[in-house]
């Protein structure tokens, strides 16, 4: 294997690597907070993607520039309306009953979200790569390579790993969060609107999900089923790294996106396989992930 | 009357319903056929569901039944029915003693995640190995013959039919039998108490692993019978999205016993059958609703609404 391929493969894995750490680091805080894996959190992936897209299409025309701020609108809309709709009327009036209940429930949003997809956007693949070429390609040790995809996707990543480490440590509303996902009674006996933490925290994952489609959407074709395969690549991600873990989440995205990259130049059959093994192979050795902590059993 | 007996009318009647319904109607012997081969799918869920643990990986063991035929079909050549109805749950039974040796040691969410990312291995494996499996377009299964005896497809249809019928009451009564013996009282008390079955001196592991054969089994049958059912098997059947249709089914249907996959199955795939003649485009977005009204209005499915008069206790919310 030379060195050019190398790079390829490495640019390609860390590219990739953002946009699974922004879809899985939501997916791991809801649940570290919600108690819940949202099996819908795919599709609103591909809704942020899909959203991402016409908003693009639509704003390319006026001023080309304008279709990055239309990727952040796009996933702040997805995120704010679906997840806030899906938290405040479907999963509030469950959470009385047992866990698989919950997850069976969302596990019915992502067939209907599934199925409006079709119907909203069809089955035709849809193309916007409007962002991707306005910025200029860059040389990575002799290898030529969008800087869209090898240095803005990792920045967004990187500063939503260190804004959301900073927005859960240092501020009061995060310190909230984190109460409630402490001891919610003792939270809720202080005065915690643990409702409302519920809440603003499951809009907050829906919109990372929401923005690694949005991000993701100027790259690649939109196809039906991109969803349904990043909800269970972000799971994979999400438990490799012990769930609830958003520093480990970032390596583990990073770990998978790079292994997986490696696996495309050098057998690329197995490109599907690698990250279920990893986490298979990480589960079997550490339960609960690389970087999760063992919980006290209660009996 | 007592509830048993209403219970014992109740069933009587659907048998003879399942039995009686395609000879009028003979469009719907091969749904009906469907309709009992995934109950028996979802019987295995039902079993893993007293203990609490739901596997979003199940369909694997759906897959290996419907490809045990299929790979015979491809590289054996001609089989009987009876050889598959045995050769199928059989061997997906050692894929679930195998796997089950691992995924017992973990419980709720990890427990379906690593049932989710064997079966995503496994299908994988058939999409992507395309010289042996044909990939996504699947492996054609040709038409058995049953005992030595081959059928035209009119009447093999029927043929099916009653055999399908005729497993899902001995595997019915089997499983009943299996959750009311002390064995099934202790998968329950995985969910209620797991740290107290073990100061007993039992092997939770132990008890979640015979279940998980069991239901491992249940898979491979269902698989094998869907197979020549739809004359198909693809890695679709293995697709973690059919692992959430059967549980999808069990919790319809409802979990306190095995009626309930059946119930589950019926409306499940009639639904479906209906909505995607009339209604191709939203089938799925028909079911998607269907289950969330059920889980917010009728949490114990199909079989709780009618035991909703009768004492709590004796249903498993």
Redesign the interface.
């Known amino acids: 294997m030379d060195s050019t391929i190398v790079i390829l493969a490495i640019c390609d894995g860390v590219s990739y690597a953002a946009l699974v750490f922004l879809v899985s680091v939501g997916l791991s805080l809801i649940?570290g907070v919600l108690r819940i894996?949202n099996?819908a959190h795919g599709s609103l992936y591909a809704y942020g993607a899909y959203m991402a897209a016409t908003l693009s299409l639509l704003i390319a025309p006026v001023s080309p520039w304008l279709t990055f701020p239309a990727l952040l609108v796009a996933s702040v809309l997805v995120g704010a309306i679906v997840g806030g709709f899906m938290e405040r009327f479907?999963l509030r009036?469950?959470y009385h009953?047992?866990?698989?209940?919950q997850?069976?429930?969302t596990?019915?949003?992502?067939?209907?979200m599934?199925?409006?997809q079709?119907?909203i956007w069809g089955v035709q693949p849809i193309f916007a790569a409007e962002p991707v070429k306005l910025l200029p390609n860059i040389s990575v040790l002799g290898v030529n390579y969008t800087s869209y995809q090898v240095l803005l996707l990792p920045l967004v990543a990187v500063i939503t790993l260190f804004g959301l480490r900073y927005f859960l440590r240092y501020t009061l509303a995060g310190s909230i969060i984190m109460a409630v996902t402490e001891d919610r009674e003792a939270a809720t006996a202080i005065g915690i609107d643990a409702k409302r933490v519920f809440l603003i925290t499951f809009i907050i994952g829906a919109c990372l999900a929401a923005l690694g489609g949005a991000l993701a959407s100027p790259t690649t074709s939109l196809v039906p089923g991109m969803g349904?395969d990043m909800i269970?690549l972000s799971?994979?991600v999400a438990?490799t790294a012990g769930?609830g873990q958003i520093e480990g989440a970032a390596i583990t995205a990073l770990m998978i996106g790079l292994a997986r990259a490696f696996i495309i130049y050098i057998q690329p059959?197995?490109e599907?396989?690698v990250p279920?093994?990893i986490?298979?192979l990480v589960?079997?050795i550490r339960?609960m992930g690389l970087f999760g902590v063992n919980r006290v059993?209660k009996? | 009357m007592s509830t048993r007996l209403v219970s014992r009318l109740i069933i009587a009647a659907a048998t003879a319903l399942a039995a009686i319904l395609p000879l009028i109607l003979p469009s719907w012997a091969t749904l009906t056929t469907l309709i009992l081969a995934k109950g028996i799918v979802v019987l295995g869920i039902i079993i893993l569901?007293q203990a609490?643990q739901?596997s979003f990986g199940h369909a694997m063991f759906f897959g290996v039944g419907a490809y045990t035929i299929a790979f015979w079909g491809r590289y054996v050549g001609a089989g009987d029915l009876l050889l598959f109805l045995v050769l199928g749950p059989m061997l997906a039974m050692v894929f679930g003693l195998l796997i089950g040796l691992?995924v017992v040691?973990?419980r709720?969410?990890?427990f379906?995640?690593?049932n989710?990312?064997?079966s995503?291995?496994m299908w994988?494996?058939l999409?992507?190995?395309y010289a042996f499996t044909n990939g996504a377009d699947g492996i054609r299964v040709a038409r058995p013959t049953l005992a030595g005896i081959s059928f035209t497809p009119e009447v093999f249809q029927y043929v099916l039919l009653y055999l399908t019928l005729g497993l899902v009451l001995v595997v019915s009564y089997g499983v009943q039998r299996y959750l009311d013996s002390p064995l099934g009282h202790m998968l329950r008390a995985i969910k209620s108490?797991e740290?107290?079955l073990e100061y007993l001196g039992v092997s939770a592991k132990r008890i979640l692993l015979i279940g998980y054969v069991i239901s491992a089994f249940l898979g491979g049958l269902g698989g094998v019978l869907v197979a020549v059912a739809q004359q198909i098997a693809t890695p679709e059947f293995a697709y973690?999205?059919k692992s959430?249709e059967f549980?999808?089914i069990a919790?319809l249907g409802g979990t306190a016993n095995a009626a309930g996959a059946f119930a589950g199955a019926a409306v499940f795939e009639t639904v479906r059958f209906f909505a995607s003649a009339q209604l191709a485009?939203?089938?799925?977005?028909i079911?998607?609703?269907v289950?969330?009204v059920i889980?917010?209005f009728a949490?114990n499915g199909l079989i709780g609404l009618r035991n909703r008069g009768k004492a709590q206790a004796e249903v498993r919310?």
Do not use: C, H
């Open positions: 649940f894996v099996v479907l009036p469950v009953l047992e866990e698989v209940l997850l069976l429930i596990f019915a949003v992502f067939m209907i599934d199925n409006l079709r119907m349904t269970v799971f994979a438990a769930l059959e197995l599907v396989l279920y093994l986490m298979m589960l079997l339960p059993r009996i | 569901l609490g739901v691992f040691r973990y709720e969410i990890f379906g995640m690593l989710l990312a064997f995503m291995v994988s494996l999409e992507k190995l108490n740290t107290r973690w999205t959430g549980v999808f919790i485009n939203a089938w799925q977005l079911l998607g609703v289950l969330i889980i917010m949490p919310p």
